[in-house]
């Protein structure tokens, strides 16, 4: 039997846009098959919305809900090897291995996407300088094209197609399992050193001094602060804590925290996230992160929005967009990084979490994003249409310095300046008609970023 | 522990059962018509709770065979604590009431073979005054609406059969609950049921199930505010019931 669709206004973490979409639910590879050959229109694929934008939107067109292909399939307790469905959400990794000694070799700030999610926008976390993408850890996967063939694709074997689904943005076909390599650790904890910077320069010598001592390595900027203090800083660094650095009150060292939840009930008014209240929380978390060492529970350390249901309603109803740009090494990272957050300090668009890191080389993904040099994360909340002229102004100041924006994030980079910031995309083209002539996998993003008609 | 036999586990509200199950430590048999779909379950189950999980192939309507499977899985358990019925078939209501066809089926998959596969576990467990039985039914089956009653009224039965073998076997010592579900987000309804906040998550469903095992419960409505409607529709005198359009 054909799966019905629900037509629906859908929208992805950052609330905008919203976009009237045919959503699917299938949950048998037979089903989805049916589903290419069956039904007109273009297909995307879509985990559980946690990408910013409209990468997993389709207006007017098809979406593949994929969170019912959410089984593991094998699991090598010596070699750490993982193979499971693509639905599979990070955080059923962690709860099921953790307890067992291993975990993630790479997680993003939230641990509600799934592994196909990971692998289709090649997630990064604060061991970007280090570890490298997701897809470093990726042995192989399945992808389902749109002639419905079941493709394997790894380094070896249809190791373009590898190269172009890595970071690929669903466009290549749907992922339905994957192999990938989970870490060892000892403990569920991280042992974090907290240091402050006073501002950009000093953030900056201190990452380039000792980056490479710590496993994950990141800092929490006050974008409101400006002049001398454009750029202070709480550097927060840390390597897995082993057993034998846990306190002795601890007795359950591989156990996760227990999930207390909080959940945003409501969309925020408007006037909760403005200019003043923004300095004083920055103000704050600057005032009361002291230089420290601290052990942390792994998620407090990686995911400390995840413990409120719903954060993004913080924003209130109009949504938020997410704005994260890589600057490349060679190309005086620091002076672009400085001129960004003049350009926020003065606009006084109140980004609530400004977020520097440090990423090692870019991979061989097509449309992967890091490369190595340093990353700025900003969100900024979307109060009316004025921002976006700013966004353009910050591609330019990024395209200058030989970077560019992350697409698991965007929702308004336009075409030309995509093409720039990603030069692989006519490789990746011929790779995608390759695999999908007629691009039936197709998204609100691919055909603003001019991937498909 | 114990060794829990479900039949028909590829359902949503089977995965998330057998999944409080399996957490619970309990050993499960699984079975479906197609063992090959039901793989992956166990594959998943074996991974995230280290426990045993055997596959069997089941058909409902096999009547003849229902004896010689259920011999077959106590004698390669080495002994059963528990069966589990969680499969059922639903048609359209218009297609039923013009295509006999289509109301057989489903009183066929949802009565008879009920009363055939449970027949053989009742004797079973009563012989060992030991054991589960439990059947998913429905808050279709309370009372009969003209949008889906020839559904209903096969789970009518089959929740009437349950309450007969609940008396019987109480004294017996094997515990006979009867699953009454509301609305849940299944394969069945995705796109038929709008997005109504009676509508359940198979999650919650599967864990009302297991923890309605433990608790030894008789009648388990789920999510339980099903029950307080059903009480009041129960309570509706027929004359206005059978004016009112449900």
């Given at each position: 039997?054909?799966?019905?669709?629900?037509?629906q206004?859908?929208?992805?973490?950052g609330?905008?846009?919203v976009?009237?979409?045919?959503?699917y639910?299938?949950?048998?590879?037979?089903?989805?098959?049916?589903?290419?050959?069956?039904?007109?229109?273009?297909?995307?694929?879509?985990g559980?919305?946690?990408?910013?934008?409209?990468?997993?939107?389709?207006?007017?067109?098809n979406?593949i809900?994929?969170?019912?292909f959410n089984?593991f399939?094998?699991?090598?307790?010596?070699?750490?090897?993982?193979?499971?469905?693509?639905g599979?959400?990070?955080?059923?990794?962690?709860?099921?291995f953790?307890?067992?000694g291993?975990?993630?070799p790479?997680?993003?700030?939230t641990?509600?996407?799934?592994?196909?999610?990971?692998?289709?926008?090649d997630?990064?976390?604060k061991?970007?300088?280090?570890?490298?993408?997701?897809?470093?850890?990726?042995?192989?996967?399945?992808?389902?094209?749109?002639?419905?063939?079941?493709?394997?694709?790894?380094?070896?074997?249809?190791?373009?197609?590898?190269?172009?689904?890595?970071?690929?943005?669903?466009?290549?076909?749907?992922?339905?399992?994957?192999?990938?390599?989970?870490?060892?650790v000892e403990?569920a904890?991280?042992?974090?050193?907290?240091?402050?910077?006073?501002?950009?320069?000093?953030?900056?010598?201190?990452?380039?001094?000792?980056?490479d001592?710590?496993?994950?390595?990141?800092?929490?900027?006050?974008c409101?602060?400006?002049?001398?203090?454009l750029?202070?800083?709480?550097?927060?660094?840390?390597?897995?804590?082993?057993?034998?650095?846990?306190?002795?009150?601890?007795?359950?060292?591989?156990?996760?925290?227990?999930?207390?939840?909080?959940?945003?009930?409501?969309?925020?008014?408007?006037?909760?996230?403005?200019?003043?209240?923004?300095?004083?929380?920055?103000?704050?978390?600057?005032?009361?992160?002291?230089?420290?060492d601290?052990?942390?529970?792994?998620?407090?350390?990686?995911?400390?929005?995840?413990?409120?249901?719903?954060?993004?309603?913080?924003?209130?109803k109009?949504?938020?967009?997410?704005?994260?740009?890589?600057?490349?090494?060679?190309?005086?990272?620091?002076?672009?990084?400085?001129?960004?957050l003049?350009?926020?300090?003065?606009?006084?668009?109140?980004?609530?979490?400004?977020?520097?890191?440090?990423?090692?080389?870019?991979?061989?993904?097509?449309?992967?994003?890091?490369m190595e040099?340093?990353?700025l994360?900003?969100?900024?909340?979307?109060?009316?249409?004025s921002?976006?002229?700013?966004?353009?102004?910050?591609?330019?100041?990024?395209?200058?310095?030989?970077g560019?924006?992350?697409?698991?994030k965007?929702?308004?980079?336009?075409?030309d300046?995509?093409?720039?910031?990603?030069?692989?995309w006519?490789?990746?083209l011929?790779v995608?008609?390759?695999?999908?002539p007629?691009?039936?996998?197709?998204?609100?993003?691919?055909?603003?970023?001019?991937?498909?008609? | 522990m114990?060794?829990?036999?479900?039949?028909?586990?590829?359902?949503?509200?089977?995965?998330?059962t057998?999944?409080?199950?399996a957490?619970?430590?309990?050993?499960?048999?699984?079975?479906?018509?197609?063992?090959?779909?039901l793989?992956?379950?166990?594959?998943?189950?074996?991974?995230?709770?280290?426990?045993?999980?055997?596959?069997?192939?089941?058909?409902?309507?096999?009547?003849?065979?229902h004896?010689?499977?259920?011999?077959?899985?106590?004698?390669?358990?080495?002994?059963?604590?528990?069966?589990?019925?969680?499969?059922g078939?639903m048609?359209?209501q218009?297609?039923?009431?013009t295509?006999?066809?289509a109301?057989?089926?489903?009183?066929?998959?949802n009565?008879?073979?009920?009363?055939?596969?449970?027949?053989?576990?009742?004797?079973?467990f009563?012989?060992k005054?030991?054991?589960?039985?439990?059947?998913?039914?429905?808050?279709?089956?309370?009372?009969?609406?003209?949008?889906?009653y020839?559904?209903?009224?096969?789970?009518?039965g089959?929740?009437t059969?349950?309450?007969?073998l609940?008396n019987?076997?109480?004294?017996?010592?094997?515990?006979?609950?009867?699953?009454?579900?509301?609305?849940?987000?299944?394969?069945?309804?995705?796109g038929?049921v709008?997005?109504?906040?009676?509508?359940?998550?198979?999650?919650?469903?599967?864990?009302?199930?297991?923890?309605?095992?433990?608790?030894?419960?008789?009648?388990?409505?789920?999510?339980?505010?099903w029950?307080?409607?059903?009480l009041?529709?129960?309570?509706?005198?027929?004359?206005?019931?059978?004016?009112?359009?449900?």
């Amino acid at each position: 039997m054909l799966s019905k669709p629900v037509k629906q206004a859908l929208s992805g973490w950052g609330q905008y846009p919203v976009e009237s979409c045919y959503v699917y639910r299938p949950e048998m590879i037979k089903e989805l098959q049916t589903l290419l050959s069956e039904r007109d229109g273009s297909f995307i694929s879509y985990g559980v919305g946690r990408s910013y934008g409209d990468t997993a939107l389709n207006k007017g067109g098809n979406v593949i809900r994929m969170d019912r292909f959410n089984h593991f399939l094998d699991f090598n307790e010596e070699t750490g090897m993982l193979t499971c469905e693509s639905g599979v959400l990070l955080e059923e990794i962690i709860d099921v291995f953790l307890p067992r000694g291993f975990y993630l070799p790479v997680t993003p700030g939230t641990k509600f996407v799934t592994v196909g999610g990971a692998i289709a926008n090649d997630v990064h976390g604060k061991n970007l300088h280090k570890d490298g993408t997701f897809s470093e850890y990726v042995q192989s996967f399945e992808l389902l094209t749109a002639n419905g063939e079941v493709l394997l694709c790894s380094r070896e074997e249809n190791a373009d197609v590898f190269w172009a689904t890595v970071g690929g943005i669903g466009l290549t076909g749907i992922i339905l399992t994957a192999t990938f390599q989970l870490i060892r650790v000892e403990s569920a904890y991280i042992d974090v050193t907290y240091e402050r910077a006073r501002n950009i320069d000093e953030a900056f010598e201190k990452f380039i001094a000792h980056d490479d001592d710590y496993k994950y390595s990141v800092a929490w900027i006050d974008c409101l602060a400006s002049g001398d203090s454009l750029g202070r800083s709480v550097l927060m660094r840390g390597d897995h804590a082993k057993r034998e650095d846990l306190p002795a009150s601890i007795m359950e060292p591989l156990k996760p925290a227990n999930k207390l939840k909080a959940t945003m009930p409501i969309h925020a008014p408007s006037f909760v996230l403005n200019h003043w209240s923004i300095a004083a929380f920055n103000e704050l978390y600057y005032t009361v992160n002291k230089d420290a060492d601290k052990i942390v529970e792994q998620s407090s350390f990686f995911h400390p929005l995840d413990s409120i249901n719903d954060w993004n309603k913080l924003y209130g109803k109009k949504g938020f967009v997410q704005y994260q740009a890589v600057f490349p090494k060679n190309e005086n990272p620091k002076a672009g990084i400085t001129k960004m957050l003049e350009m926020l300090s003065k606009k006084k668009t109140a980004s609530f979490l400004a977020v520097l890191k440090s990423s090692g080389p870019a991979n061989d993904g097509l449309l992967s994003f890091p490369m190595e040099g340093y990353t700025l994360a900003l969100d900024i909340p979307l109060k009316d249409d004025s921002l976006f002229p700013f966004l353009r102004e910050l591609d330019e100041l990024v395209v200058s310095h030989g970077g560019r924006v992350y697409l698991a994030k965007d929702s308004s980079l336009p075409q030309d300046t995509f093409r720039k910031m990603y030069p692989k995309w006519e490789e990746f083209l011929t790779v995608k008609r390759k695999v999908d002539p007629n691009d039936r996998f197709s998204s609100s993003m691919s055909r603003r970023l001019g991937l498909t008609d | 522990m114990a060794k829990i036999l479900i039949l028909g586990a590829t359902s949503s509200i089977a995965q998330s059962t057998a999944q409080k199950l399996a957490e619970n430590g309990h050993d499960l048999i699984l079975t479906s018509r197609n063992t090959e779909d039901l793989n992956t379950l166990k594959r998943d189950l074996s991974i995230r709770h280290q426990i045993d999980v055997k596959l069997k192939p089941f058909d409902a309507l096999d009547f003849d065979h229902h004896e010689a499977f259920f011999s077959n899985v106590v004698e390669e358990t080495g002994g059963l604590d528990g069966i589990l019925l969680m499969y059922g078939a639903m048609a359209d209501q218009k297609v039923a009431e013009t295509d006999f066809e289509a109301s057989r089926q489903m009183i066929d998959v949802n009565y008879t073979s009920a009363v055939s596969i449970l027949n053989i576990a009742a004797n079973y467990f009563e012989k060992k005054r030991h054991g589960i039985i439990c059947a998913v039914s429905s808050v279709a089956g309370d009372r009969g609406r003209k949008s889906n009653y020839i559904y209903g009224s096969t789970k009518a039965g089959l929740s009437t059969y349950m309450e007969g073998l609940r008396n019987r076997l109480h004294e017996k010592g094997v515990q006979v609950m009867t699953v009454k579900p509301g609305m849940v987000d299944t394969k069945m309804t995705y796109g038929v049921v709008k997005d109504s906040p009676l509508l359940a998550d198979p999650d919650k469903v599967g864990k009302d199930i297991a923890d309605g095992i433990q608790k030894k419960k008789d009648v388990l409505y789920t999510p339980w505010f099903w029950l307080i409607i059903m009480l009041v529709i129960k309570l509706i005198p027929e004359k206005l019931f059978k004016r009112m359009n449900l």
